[in-house]
């Protein structure tokens, strides 16, 4: 199927930190097709914290990874901040996610042969940037996420959650604009889950920064200014959500 050529007018598009026009998202396995993502919309405002949740394999992480410029859709437009991330190239999508999005991948994806350090690093050298414009935010995720003892060690050497943790701090080294969750809180315990989300919240609150998460934590995902569902690859708002007592009815 061709990408559809329609296209926002600019001022709509700079709006939104994400905005997601249409994405479908299907696999071909012999005669069948499983249609991951089912032409899914959303418009998230600068320093907007959405929450998205659904059973397993609805499509949420499928969406995310598009959302990310980590994975193509067969048709639709992702726009971060108005630039139509579907239509770069492979270099320059790159450089700008390096520059402005920050990813935690379920499954952490951390490099194995790096130490901790060196897994946190790794945006700050594929943006070249100087040691002295991340120490202070290094300094400041390695005590929020207790990983001060672990720094050297290798991710074998490591919990799950200590894992985790440090796939967090990679995601935000860069201090991005916007930052993709997909169950960042997944291998946590409650304690160190709370400290992640006081964490993502308080960047939230000093740097605008915007956050889409995926999360089967009903108790996370209710700090979250709209909760979306993702159900059979279609994503609409969370109506039973109430916020403040009231239920909302917003798209
Ligand atoms: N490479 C692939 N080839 C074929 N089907 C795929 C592929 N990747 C994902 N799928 C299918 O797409 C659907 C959505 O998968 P996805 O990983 O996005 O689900 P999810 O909501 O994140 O699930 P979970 O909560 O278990 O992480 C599933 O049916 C999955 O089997
Ligand atoms: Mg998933």
Redesign the pocket.
């Known amino acids: 199927m061709a990408k559809t050529d329609i296209r926002l007018n600019a001022q709509e598009e700079a709006k939104y930190m994400l905005q997601t026009e249409s994405v479908l998202k299907y ?1 071909k ?1 012999y005669d069948a097709v ?1 249609t ?1 993502v089912n032409r899914a919309s959303i418009k998230v405002e600068p320093g907007e914290f959405v929450a998205i949740i ?10 995310l990874h598009i959302c990310a410029g980590l994975d193509t859709c067969n048709s639709g437009h992702v726009y971060i901040h108005g630039n139509d991330i579907t239509e770069m190239k492979p270099d320059e999508l790159s450089r700008f996610r390096g520059m402005r999005m920050g990813f935690v991948f ?1 499954k952490h994806n951390l490099i194995p042969q790096f130490t901790a350090l060196e897994n946190i690093l790794i945006p700050t050298m594929m943006c070249n940037k100087p040691d002295f414009s991340y120490q202070e935010n290094l300094r400041r995720l390695v005590e929020t996420l207790g990983l001060r003892e672990r720094l050297h060690h290798l991710p074998s050497e490591l919990s799950g959650g200590q894992q985790q943790r440090v796939a967090i701090a990679r995601a935000l080294i860069n201090m991005p604009d916007i930052l993709f969750a ?2 960042p809180t997944g291998n946590l315990d409650r304690d160190n889950a709370d400290e992640v989300l006081k964490l993502l919240l308080k960047l939230r609150e000093e740097i605008g920064q915007t956050l889409i998460m ?1 999360t ?1 934590d009903l108790s996370i995902a209710e700090h979250a200014d709209r909760i979306f569902k ?1 159900d059979n690859g279609v994503l609409s708002l969370h109506r039973d959500y109430l916020k403040g007592g009231k239920k909302t009815t917003d798209y």
Request: glycine share 16%.
């Open positions: 696999y396995q499983i991951a659904g059973a397993s394999g609805s499509g949420k992480s499928t969406f379920q997909d169950e995926v089967h993702m």
